[in-house]
């Protein structure tokens, strides 16, 4: 039996649980739209920490030099790089 596609749905409510582990704060519901460093105040160090909680979460690893920042802007931005990783894996 295949696994179901990883959904644009399912990969906001994975972003949410991480930036959620990574502030210790509670989370509200995203929506694409969202600017990741003006909503929760997130840096270089802290997005780089939400990735690394999410490959913990979802198994995959991701090669630092194929980061593009305009992938983590905003809640869709990374909602698509985190759908698009995990059909690559």
Do not use: C, H, W
Request: glycine residues 4%; charged residues 30%.
């Amino acid at each position: 039996m295949l696994d179901a596609p990883y959904t644009q749905n399912e990969a906001r409510d994975d972003l949410r649980k991480a930036l959620a582990a990574v502030l210790e704060e509670a989370i509200p519901p995203l929506s694409d739209e969202m600017n990741l460093f003006r909503e929760f105040r997130l840096d270089s160090m802290s997005m780089l920490e939400t990735l690394m909680e999410l490959e913990d979460m979802l198994g995959f690893n991701v090669d630092p030099e194929d980061l593009d920042i305009k992938d983590f802007e905003t809640v869709g931005g990374y909602s698509s790089f985190l759908v698009a990783i995990k059909t690559e894996a």
